[in-house]
């Protein structure tokens, strides 16, 4: 369809017809976009954006944490490694200097208690550490579910540029739609994690909500 | 039964990292017996080939889900008394709600610690202690 336009088209007070045009326009546009079937989905789709937005905003607020709490981890792993090393230091010192009295004096006792209680503590940042990379498993789920989406718009996108082309052009978009099937998820029913609990009361918010919800059950 | 420390665990889930961290923390609670399945149905085909005493799963996976290993665990003769505990993202209480009903030993939402995972599983080897 070609539409004429007036050559002046900074004209200060559009004329009435213009609007008038405009508004035919627009809602033959989108009569024959519901007529195509188009729209519908076109617009379940873009109304899944928002949710997109909330997504990647979750994928970003996890991996931040992720890695700034195993940089912290790190060095207070760090700092506790260089106390051991400085003590071991010492104590080597010590003994060389006078064996006996370092066993007498309790140093050697005094540090073998100093390294248990050390190494202890540097266990713990590292389970922290390896219990940080759950944000690959979470991140993840969340990924998959914006890839779908991002599959969908495009479907979507395709199937609407297959009805508005020239029919000379028609079939080539029809051989790229083709070639970008929709994407099937696993399973639909399941929604992954919640990237965000804000006005929700289907979902819990953490363990505790879970126990209650089983020991009000029964379980 | 044998010692609880000996016990042989199947850790389920599509994520390799998550496997790792249940295996580490398993370790750490004290279980050094475990194998991986990376989904519901390579899981079920090792437990009905291997003796496990415990099952850890997920539940969003690909092939075969948390949901349909535990129903087929629960209608399988010789493999329903196996406990399964489920950890998991999927944090709707009808989900839970299923879990239970299905026979889910317990339920995980992750992310999770070390101490709610120690919990869950030592209060499910009191039960299988308790029951035995």
Known sequence: MTVDLPDNMSMPAASPEIFQQLGVLTRQLHDTLNMLGVLPGLKHTVDDLPDARSRLNYIATKTADAAEKVLNLVDTAKAEQEHIAAETRKLAELITADPVKAVASGAVYNFVQDVEATTHRVDGHLTDIMMAQDFHDLTGQVVAKVVTLANDLETQLLKLLVQAAPPEQAHKVEAALTAHPTFDPENPTLEGPVVSHDGRTDVVANQSEVDDLLASLGF | ?132
């Open chain 2, 1 to 132: 039964m044998s010692n609880p420390v000996d016990m042989k665990f199947l850790i389920v889930d599509d994520f390799s990292t998550m496997r790792r961290i249940v295996r580490g923390l398993l370790k750490e609670i004290g279980y050094n017996n475990a194998e991986e399945a990376e989904d519901g149905a390579v899981a079920l085909n090792m437990l009905k080939n291997g003796k496990f005493d415990f099952v850890v799963s997920d539940i969003n996976m690909p092939n075969m889900n948390g949901f349909e290993l535990l129903k087929a665990i629960k209608a399988d003769d010789a493999l329903k008394h196996l406990p399964v505990l489920m950890v998991t993202a999927e944090a709707r209480k009808e989900d839970i709600v299923l879990a239970a009903q299905s026979g889910a030993a317990g339920y995980i939402v992750k992310p999770f610690t070390k101490a709610t995972l120690e919990e869950k599983v030592q209060k499910i080897m009191q039960k299988i202690t308790a029951a035995a």
